[in-house]
């Protein structure tokens, strides 16, 4: 498979590039106090801090083990992986094989329950780190640890297992949470399921070939057609969550905003790893297109999914622009893309290299989302 550095074809040096990606893991994971956001822990174990919450949790120690195998960092994926074993891993009883998606920085339970894409991003990690570097000892033996996760994820609920799987098993839809029949179109990673179903058990292979292809058209389904942008929550119908819901959880989540962001980026993933998607890459370029063009290039904002702004400024417009940049790779992958849609691809390429990354209290989920695609848009983010 080809990986596109997508930096080099718009001229910057590739010596540049490499020295640049390595850069951006130094800042998280060895930059000085106040700039990075990994810390180890003891002779073997270190986390990631959500930096504007002063916690542990699932998205961000799952986000760093996939960082930490496309970079080669084995030590550091081991450290991670025993911290969240230790602490977060379920071993028994409700939700039995997930993770309790957020710890204080101690290892105290924040919050009982998983969020599942931290266990989507644990499982293909552990993949990936298996054909890396192989199989080991106990919680290192990275295939039967991603199998096991992937087994709690569509079983859980049948034959003694106590809680609900993460998986609705009509529709093929990752949820929310798994107790909740609603989903969240930044979960949808369709590029994961298609290697789910090559490395999951056996039984469960044809579960995630199906869950790759409703994923895709989830994506279309919930992503508004002008626009392109997807609410952070929303129904099975694709529509944004529904007022119940929404007056349950005291706050808004029907609007492009935080989660939200990502949606755009796992376009990108999967056209670089499955190939093009010309629908999917159109989505691509509608968010490009309205940033540029509605937004005056102005990556910043929540929005109602038609485009009308709620706020001006949101917590994370670093993250915001990264994901919209590696969007770029979609975009570029389809054939069909129009000289416009080609053009304003170009020019996020290089927006995001000439935007430094995120400072400051919020700088994590900024910096997670900023670092994939600089691992993407250098052609770094590669399946193992």
């Avoid at 960082?67 to 081991?78: L, P, S």
């Avoid at 400072?359 to 989920?365: A, D, L, N, S």
Wanted: with cysteine; glycine share 8%; charged share 25%.
């Amino acid at each position: 498979m080809k990986y596109r550095n997508l930096f080099a074809e718009a001229g910057i040096p590739e010596e540049e590039v490499t020295k640049r990606v390595r850069e951006c893991f130094d800042t998280i994971y060895n930059g000085p106090e106040g700039v990075r956001f990994y810390e180890n822990v003891g002779p073997d174990m270190g986390y990631i801090t959500d930096t504007g919450n002063n916690d542990v949790r699932t998205e961000g120690m799952s986000y760093a083990m996939m960082v930490c195998v496309q970079m080669n960092e084995k030590e550091k994926f081991d450290r991670i992986w025993a911290w969240t074993k230790k602490y977060m891993w379920i071993s028994e009883g409700y939700g039995q094989g997930y993770f309790k998606w957020s710890c204080k920085l101690d290892g105290t339970v924040r919050g009982n329950g998983p969020a599942p894409d931290g266990e989507e991003y644990f499982a293909l990690a552990l993949f990936f780190a298996s054909h890396r570097w192989g199989d080991g000892e106990g919680i290192y033996n990275y295939s039967k640890e991603a199998k096991d996760i992937l087994r709690a994820c569509i079983h859980n609920g049948e034959s003694g297992r106590e809680g609900y799987p993460m998986w609705n098993h009509d529709n093929h839809y990752i949820k929310f949470v798994p107790e909740a029949e609603h989903t969240d179109t930044s979960y949808h990673l369709p590029h994961f399921y298609e290697l789910f179903a090559k490395w999951a058990d056996k039984e469960d292979r044809d579960f995630w070939s199906k869950a790759a292809k409703a994923s895709r058209e989830y994506i279309i389904k919930s992503s508004h057609p002008v626009t392109g942008l997807s609410p952070e929550y929303s129904d099975y119908d694709g529509k944004p969550l529904n007022p119940e819901w929404v007056k349950r959880m005291h706050q808004r989540h029907d609007w492009f905003f935080s989660d939200a962001y990502r949606t755009i980026a796992n376009i990108a993933m999967d056209a670089c790893w499955c190939g093009e998607n010309e629908k999917l890459a159109d989505i691509a370029a509608k968010i490009q297109r309205f940033f540029i063009e509605d937004r005056n290039g102005v990556d910043d904002g929540i929005y109602e999914i038609d485009g009308t702004l709620v706020e001006e400024h949101a917590k994370h417009n670093v993250g915001l622009l990264a994901t919209n940049a590696e969007g770029s790779l979609a975009v570029l992958t389809n054939t069909k893309a129009d000289a416009k849609a080609i053009e304003y691809a170009k020019s996020y390429v290089l927006k995001l290299w000439n935007t430094p990354m995120q400072i400051g209290k919020y700088r994590y989920y900024d910096n997670c989302l900023y670092m994939f695609a600089m691992l993407a848009l250098s052609g770094n983010y590669r399946i193992y």
